[in-house]
Structures are given as structure tokens and as C-alpha cells.
């Protein structure tokens, strides 16, 4: 840690001190022996498991090839087939093409590159509570401020951020069904009052907050949402970097909402442990940008595509739709006995495997428990379990486990998060902090 400390900028957060020496399925070794159950998955990167084995069988095949030609000097298959599975798996029964990166940030950025080259606009509509990473304007997409934000402004101009559909602590303080869902058609009334639909090129949005604490929007919210970016000629975006790859339940969250977006984004999962990000939508939107104009030394690296390729092979072989909604059945179980039992949980959020706990001080005034919160993490590493937490005023736990986690061991890990909680107030003395993305 001392080592840690000297050689890495204070910048880079760590939500937990354990050191990995080892990780395979749901579980982490640390390089003092301790194993511990990983509720954390990398943060959702590896919901096919810790060195699935097609995943590293795929890698070590590719790397007794080559590893980099660049793909803009010698392309490769892998690539191209890397392409064309998420054409043929993203929702949308249109022609599709795709661009593979490194990272979900780069593919945020590229998706709104194209979306700009393809609508000849500026703008771009993100909501509050949203992240869609850490590059410039990723970040400018991104809504927490302290830490992500803070001392990095200047930001691009033509960015405008609306209200998400947050029902527990409404923005437009509404209820929901009677609200009608309001934040949605809040769209229209930003066409009126902040920008000219004619300036928008984008609307990007997560189907479910990844960051933002898992919150997840009532049934019709996409659909108006949608409708509304087609009236108007705007790209829709789904940023899927922390919903897909089987997470929810279903490949991506959006298609249990029923939406086709023009663009889908994804990352962190598709790779199965390996950095790779990609943009994939409408074949005349993608192909807007001129010759040349979307590219990167390593983007789609050969190593990264047949890791991706071989967890799209395991999606066929293993229902990870499936394994995520019994392990969806089994959290609801606990968590709704929490929520009853103990004042701490003030609501569960979340689709599928994508699960999360909001802790308050007070059920009526909603004040976030954030120390208690960080206190939850710091007990359940030292009790074995790998947990992060998440929110704007992070005061969320949630869980991204591998989706090969046991039954045995998820059972294990939640009785573990269960003592944290109840144990959450009793040594407050954990600082404001939380997990970074
Ligand atoms: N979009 C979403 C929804 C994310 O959750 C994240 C990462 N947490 C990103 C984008 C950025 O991805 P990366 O860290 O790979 O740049």
C-alpha cells in the first residue's frame, strides 16, 4: 500500500485495500491467501466469470498469432466478426454496422461524434445522476460532480442535462403512476425553454443508472422518450456499458423496455475481463462520418475481439438470462425482508442481476447514509465479500457479482452484506467517500 501510495496518484480511488493475486469464477484470492466473494465483478465486467475458460483459452489462441497490426494498417477477422454478432444480437431489425474501441468512455465519445456527423448538430441531451466516463466529454456527459468533476471544468458547450426518472426521490417531485411520467415528456417542454430540437443531435441515456445507484425508470419511460427523439430527428443512444451482456436479464436492458435504439453502447462485460468498447447502430448513421474520420491505434485489438467473441460464443451455450434472473429471485428474497426489518434500506432498485440497496438516516426525510454506507463496504471486505457502492450521494450498495456466482456462494455473501447493514451504524466513523467508477 505504502508502494501504492508513492508510485500512483491519490486521484485513482480504491474501494477496498485487498490486493488480487488470483481470481477465477466468483472469487478473488488476495496476495495474503483470503478469498473473498466478488460482489464487485471488476465493476459488472465480468458477468461470464473471472477467467471463463473459452475466455482465456480465446486469448491465449490469439496471442500465439499476433497480438497488434492495428486494424486502420492490417485489418483483421476478428474484428469484422466481432462486428457483425452484435449487428445480428443488438435490438433493431434495421442494417447495422459497428465500431470497436478500448473503453465505454471511447465509445461514448465516438457515438456522439457520429451522431453530430450524421445530424450536422451540436447538442446532446444527458440526464442527471448519469456517467458515461471520465474522458472530456464523457465526463461532460457524466453528472456527479465531486469527485468526477470537480477541478476539470472547462466543459464543451451544447450539453444539456434533463431529470431521470429517479421515483424514489422524484425531481419533479411527482409520484409515479399518477405523474404520468412527467420526466419523460420533460423533453418537450427543454425544446421550448433551453434548446431548438433543430440543434440536437443526441439524447444518451442509460437504461438503467449504472453510477447513478441502479435506479430504473418505470415501463413506458423510454418508449416516450424514443418517440420523442424520432419526432425530431435525434439520435437515440442507449449507453449499455454497465446493463449488458445478460446483466438485467435479457442481453441489453433496453429491449425489456421495448425501445430500438439508433445507437447501443457497450463495454466493460462484452470483453469478459479485457478492455474492449463498441458503437453499434443504423448503418447510415454509423457510416456518416467521412473516410478516416473514426479510428485509434488499438481500437478492437485482436486479443480483445476473441475474448469478446468467445463470451458471445458462451452466451449461446450458457443462459446467463436465466442464471440472472434466479439470482435476481434470490436477492429480491433477502433484500425485501431487509427492507421491512431494518430502517437503513430505504429502497431496493435495479432490473435482473443489476441490484442495488439505498440506505437513508430516515424513511421520511430520505437523508442519505453515506458514512454507513462506506462502513458496509469496509465490513464486508473484512469479512470476505468484495462490494462497492454508488449514487450521487453515495449511499448505495449494489451488487454486479460474476453471473456464474453458486447459489451457495451468493447466499454466503448476502448474509455477510446482511451483518454489514445492521452493524452500518455502529462505528460511523468512515469518511464520505464511496466507490469511483
Ligand atoms: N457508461 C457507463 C454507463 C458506465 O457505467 C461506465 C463505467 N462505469 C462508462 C460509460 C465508462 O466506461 P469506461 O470506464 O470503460 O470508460
Not at 501510495?5 to 496476495?31: C, I, Q, S
Not at 465483478?41 to 477467467?51: L, Y
Not at 447510415?284 to 486479443?303: C, W
Not at 458514512?371 to 473484512?382: D, K, S, W
Request: a negative charge; aromatic letters at 8%.
Amino acid at each position: 500500500m505504502q508502494r501504492r501510495r508513492n508510485a500512483v496518484p491519490r486521484g485513482v480511488y480504491h474501494a477496498t485495500p485487498v490486493f488480487a493475486a488470483k481470481a477465477e469464477g466468483a472469487l478473488v484470492e488476495d496476495v495474503d491467501g483470503n478469498v473473498f466473494i466478488d460482489l464487485a465483478g471488476g465493476i459488472g465486467c465480468v458477468n461470464v466469470g473471472h477467467r471463463a475458460e473459452p475466455v482465456v483459452a480465446a486469448i491465449k489462441e490469439q496471442a500465439s498469432r499476433y497480438l497488434h497490426t492495428c486494424f486502420s494498417v492490417s485489418p483483421y477477422e476478428g474484428f469484422v466478426e466481432l462486428a457483425e454478432r452484435l449487428n445480428a444480437l443488438t435490438p433493431g431489425n434495421f442494417p447495422k454496422k459497428t465500431l470497436l474501441v478500448n473503453t465505454g468512455a471511447e465509445a461514448v465519445e465516438n457515438a456522439v461524434k457520429i451522431a453530430r456527423a450524421y445530424t450536422k448538430r451540436p447538442a446532446v441531451i444527458c440526464f442527471q445522476d448519469a456517467f458515461h466516463g471520465r474522458s472530456l466529454l464523457a465526463l461532460s456527459l457524466t453528472s456527479k460532480v465531486r469527485p468526477y468533476k470537480v477541478g476539470f471544468d472547462p466543459f464543451p458547450s451544447d450539453i444539456y442535462r434533463i431529470p431521470y426518472a429517479y421515483c424514489y426521490r422524484c425531481p419533479l417531485g411527482l409520484e409515479y403512476p399518477s405523474c404520468e411520467v412527467a420526466c419523460a415528456k420533460h423533453l418537450e417542454h427543454v425544446f421550448k425553454n433551453v434548446v431548438a430540437p433543430e440543434s440536437v443531435a443526441a439524447v444518451i441515456v442509460e437504461p438503467v443508472l449504472g453510477e447513478g445507484g441502479f435506479i430504473t425508470p418505470p415501463p413506458e419511460y423510454f418508449k416516450i422518450l424514443a418517440e420523442i427523439c424520432r419526432k425530431h430527428n435525434i439520435v437515440f443512444i442507449a449507453d449499455e456499458v454497465q446493463t449488458g451482456i445478460c446483466r438485467t436479464g435479457s442481453l441489453f436492458a433496453i429491449e425489456q423496455y421495448g425501445v430500438d435504439p439508433d445507437i447501443l453502447i457497450t463495454a466493460k462485460s462484452l470483453g469478459g475481463g479485457l478492455p474492449i468498447g463498441a458503437v453499434t447502430g443504423r448503418a447510415e448513421i454509423m457510416d456518416a462520418p467521412v473516410v478516416g474520420g473514426l479510428g485509434g491505434t488499438f481500437i478492437g485489438n485482436p486479443v480483445s475481439c476473441a475474448a469478446a467473441l468467445a463470451v458471445i460464443d458462451m452466451l449461446e451455450s450458457v443462459d446467463l438470462n436465466a442464471r440472472a434472473k434466479q439470482l435476481e429471485r434470490i436477492f429480491l428474497e433477502r433484500a425485501s425482508e431487509w427492507r421491512e426489518h431494518m430502517p437503513i434500506v430505504g429502497a431496493i432498485h435495479g432490473l435482473g442481476a443489476m441490484r442495488s440497496l439505498e440506505l437513508v438516516r430516515d424513511h421520511k426525510t430520505k437523508e442519505p447514509a453515506t458514512a454507513e454506507t462506506n462502513n458496509i463496504v469496509r465490513y464486508c471486505y473484512e469479512h470476505g465479500v468484495l462490494t462497492i457502492s454508488a449514487g450521487t450521494s453515495g449511499n448505495i450498495i449494489r451488487i454486479l457479482m460474476p453471473l456464474v456466482i453458486t447459489d451457495e456462494q451468493f447466499t454466503e455473501a448476502l448474509s455477510v452484506l446482511e451483518a454489514a447493514i445492521a452493524n452500518a451504524g455502529v462505528a460511523a466513523t468512515a469518511s464520505d467517500r464511496g466507490a469511483y467508477a
